[in-house]
């Protein structure tokens, strides 16, 4: 099961045409391909709080770990596909998450996205049992450079990938918030889960 949001095709091309951040992520399919994109931010708002011109920029998230989940996993970095998509880590890379670079460093104000497959073709993959996840639980995002944000779960939904909520996952936010995406769900004609897991923390 490879995993895909879903996003208007006018709009992710209106999008990427503006140089816009696209949010959605990606769908998993009993193939472990990936599919389309699922939900796309504001064309006038961006999930990141850009920083002043002479701050020095975020280090780069390289690990998440979610105790109460069994998840402990090195982080890809993930920007877009040619057609304004979110990427996905490929099928063959199941056990290991991504970061949404377009989005929020982890710890940073803005919202911050890290997708990972539910499963693929190969097996069960990093997020399998995230669906597990209570509120209150801890999620620990640490960087090459040795720093560590801890986030605080506050609540989960499961949404049908048509009617994928961007601005409120991916919508700018001065918060330092944290956004987790898999799919979810039942599987379509073609074997796709029809919907997205997204689980919501707040930096503590």
């Given at each position: 099961?490879?995993?895909t949001?879903?996003?208007?095709?006018r709009?992710?091309v209106?999008?990427?045409?503006?140089?816009?951040?696209?949010?959605?992520?990606?769908g998993?399919?009993?193939d472990?391909t990936?599919?389309?994109?699922a939900g796309?931010?504001?064309?006038?708002?961006?999930?990141?709080?850009?920083?002043?011109?002479?701050?020095?920029a975020?280090?780069?998230?390289?690990r998440?770990v979610?105790?109460?989940v069994?998840?402990?996993?090195?982080?890809?970095r993930l920007?877009?596909?040619?057609d304004?998509?979110?990427?996905v880590?490929?099928?063959?890379k199941?056990?290991?998450?991504?970061?949404?670079a377009?989005?929020?460093?982890?710890?940073e104000?803005?919202?911050?996205v890290?997708?990972?497959?539910?499963?693929?073709?190969?097996?069960?993959?990093v997020?399998?049992?995230?669906?597990?996840?209570?509120?209150g639980?801890?999620i620990?995002?640490?960087?090459?450079?040795?720093g560590?944000?801890?986030?605080?779960?506050t609540?989960?939904?499961?949404?049908?990938?048509?009617?994928?909520?961007?601005?409120?996952?991916?919508?700018?936010?001065?918060?330092?918030?944290?956004?987790l995406?898999?799919?979810?769900?039942?599987?379509?004609?073609?074997?796709?889960?029809?919907?997205?897991?997204?689980?919501?923390?707040t930096?503590?």
């Amino acid at each position: 099961m490879s995993f895909t949001p879903h996003m208007p095709r006018r709009i992710a091309v209106l999008a990427a045409a503006a140089g816009l951040l696209l949010a959605p992520l990606t769908g998993c399919g009993a193939d472990g391909t990936p599919e389309a994109s699922a939900g796309a931010p504001s064309p006038t708002r961006s999930a990141r709080t850009e920083h002043a011109p002479d701050a020095p920029a975020a280090p780069a998230p390289t690990r998440v770990v979610v105790p109460s989940v069994g998840v402990d996993s090195t982080l890809m970095r993930l920007g877009l596909n040619q057609d304004g998509t979110v990427e996905v880590p490929p099928a063959e890379k199941g056990m290991t998450a991504g970061w949404y670079a377009g989005g929020a460093v982890p710890g940073e104000p803005g919202a911050a996205v890290l997708i990972g497959h539910n499963s693929t073709r190969f097996g069960k993959a990093v997020f399998h049992d995230l669906h597990e996840i209570t509120e209150g639980a801890d999620i620990t995002v640490s960087d090459g450079a040795g720093g560590e944000a801890h986030f605080t779960v506050t609540g989960k939904e499961t949404v049908r990938k048509d009617g994928f909520p961007t601005e409120k996952v991916y919508g700018a936010t001065g918060e330092r918030v944290l956004r987790l995406i898999t799919c979810d769900g039942d599987f379509d004609a073609e074997g796709h889960p029809v919907d997205n897991l997204i689980v919501y923390a707040t930096l503590r």
